[in-house]
């Protein structure tokens, strides 16, 4: 039977499969894992200057760089100081796939810029269907959450070295 | 996060005339609309499984394949085995019928000798005297006129429901896809409370139609078994009626109830203690239902506050008859999720700042501006 939303379906299927791979956040799922996660990715772009999410909102999801840089502006004085910059494979956001809390900082494109955003009630329901794909992606996740805290508390000067 | 303001009278006012527009609009397709519910129960019940298959690697378009293959043999079956069935019963169904009104009218009239014996005084009541004569005629009417074209009305429907197997094979095949298709068409500065919005429909939706399901089958399973052990024919063909029934809140349960006692009076026409055991038995049930059962399968999703909702009775069986009685609460609370999202995002400031902060720099891209 051919399915008349034919039309949606992306040509490049395996190539994109493939593009999710050398990300660094799902270098560990396979081909079956990535297809799987591939149904909950959201593909968005943003113009120079744009405004991906602003500080105080709502946070709702993670966003995976595809191509293009992002910086991270925020009213928070360690989170200043620091004025990360994120570039292709990165990722950024991912404390509102844990938790439904303000944004602490907005993320503003610095040239064109694709993401991928990973939505937080997808990203729970996936994690409760197939625990597999959630303990390879928890734990590159709760990795990265630790590197960061640990990059912001050596920055605080009042603070000890950890 | 943010404390978000709860919905105010306007945006109340706008979702219930958009539930009377729907409901309006659905009784005209209501062929379809009783497809349409059908496959998205099948969609939710059946998408588990499809995700089962892909585990076990499967691909997910074989996954569909088989899974919606079984539902069109299971359907095919049902919908033959039902024509065949109104087909060859439907005139002994009206006579069933006839025969059981009797049987509740004949018990109605016992109980009102036996209480005129206990309290004289509703010897005078003319309501009493003439409460049998009225009950008669409709009973009547109601055999004559109503219970042949529900009859046809049932089987004209049947056909459509092969399409439910179809439609499900879509959904489960291509929802997912759709989905992002119309969320990809959403400004950046919407999208995330877009996907919120399309999360809270999916999810009321998701567990009102499931709930329902699981709470359907609780009802008869328990009814059935009740009223089995009480000795009462048809037993869960009864108990399924009175649980379909009872998905329209408060009246509903009100027909179940008097459906359950008119078939016991007319099996046991001189045992009392079984007829009323059969209302202290679904009593039983109905107070377990609220207390245990619907809190643990449809939860507080799209519940309303009672008047709202014996209102809302009233208009939908007002715009959409039956159709309205049933579906009235589903469509309010879908609409209620939809118009508060969307006020939600175009009452928010910031958002619209930012949209409008795109615009500009699409403009300026594009050498407009």
Not at chain 2, 34 to 54: A, F, N, S
Not at chain 2, 321 to 333: D, F, K, R, Y
Request: net charge positive; charged share 20%; with cysteine.
């Amino acid at each position: 039977m051919k399915s008349p939303f034919n039309f949606l379906r992306i040509s490049a299927d395996d190539q994109r499969i493939k593009n999710l791979k050398r990300l660094s956040l799902f270098k560990r799922l396979t081909a079956r894992e990535l297809r799987e996660l591939d149904e909950l990715l959201h593909e968005r772009s943003y113009q120079k200057d744009e405004v991906i999410f602003d500080e105080g909102d709502t946070g709702l999801g993670l966003f995976i760089i595809l191509s293009g840089r992002v910086k991270i502006i925020s009213s928070h004085a360690a989170l200043q100081q620091l004025a990360p910059e994120f570039g292709v494979g990165d990722y950024f956001g991912e404390l509102a796939l844990f938790e439904e809390s303000h944004r602490t900082a907005r993320a503003v494109a610095l040239e064109p810029t694709q993401v991928l955003a990973l939505f937080r009630t997808e990203f729970v329901s996936l994690l409760e269907r197939d625990r597999g794909i959630g303990v390879k992606l928890l734990f590159d996740l709760s990795r990265t959450v630790v590197r960061r805290s640990r990059k912001l508390l050596m920055n605080q000067p009042h603070l000890p070295t950890v | 996060m943010r404390n978000e303001p709860q919905p105010g009278i306007l945006t109340w006012g706008v979702t219930i005339v958009i539930t009377c527009l729907i409901l309006y609009l659905f009784e005209r397709v209501l062929w379809l609309v009783v497809p349409g519910l059908l496959t998205l129960v099948g969609y939710y019940c059946l998408q588990p499984l499809v995700r089962t298959l892909v585990r076990t690697g499967l691909k997910h378009r074989t996954a569909v394949k088989v899974v919606t293959g079984l539902l069109f043999l299971v359907t095919c079956l049902g919908v033959i085995l039902l024509l065949s069935l109104a087909s060859a019963r439907a005139a002994g169904w009206k006579a069933v019928t006839a025969h059981y009104v009797q049987g509740g009218l004949d018990f109605m009239g016992k109980t009102e000798a036996r209480l005129e014996q206990k309290l004289p005084l509703l010897k005078r009541s003319a309501l009493v005297q003439s409460t049998p004569t009225n009950l008669d005629a409709a009973s009547e009417q109601f055999v004559e006129k109503y219970l042949g074209g529900l009859l046809v009305q049932i089987i004209y429907w049947l056909p459509s429901l092969l399409l439910v197997p179809y439609l499900t094979y879509f959904m489960l095949q291509d929802g997912n896809r759709l989905k992002k298709h119309v969320i990809r068409s959403v400004p950046n500065a919407f999208f995330e409370k877009t996907l919120l919005l399309f999360d809270r429909v999916d999810r009321s939706l998701r567990s009102f139609l499931i709930g329902m399901m699981k709470l359907t089958f609780l009802d008869t399973t328990c009814l059935g078994l009740g009223l089995w052990l009480l000795g009462i024919s048809h037993s869960f063909l009864l108990g399924l009626i009175a649980a379909v029934l009872a998905w329209v809140p408060y009246a509903g349960s009100a027909v179940g109830c008097a459906l359950v006692v008119m078939v016991a009076a007319t099996d046991f026409p001189n045992d009392l203690a079984t007829i009323y055991g059969c209302l202290v038995l679904f009593i039983c049930i109905r107070i377990l239902d609220d207390f245990v059962f619907l809190p643990l399968t449809v939860g507080r999703s799209l519940r309303f506050h009672p008047v709202l909702s014996v209102s809302m009775l009233f208009l939908g069986a007002a715009v959409a008859g039956l159709a309205g009685l049933l579906l009235v609460l589903p469509v309010l609370g879908v609409v209620a999720v939809i118009t508060e999202t969307l006020r939600q995002i175009l009452t928010d400031e910031r958002l619209r700042k930012r949209y409008r902060h795109a615009r500009q720099l699409q403009r300026t891209m594009t050498g407009i501006g």
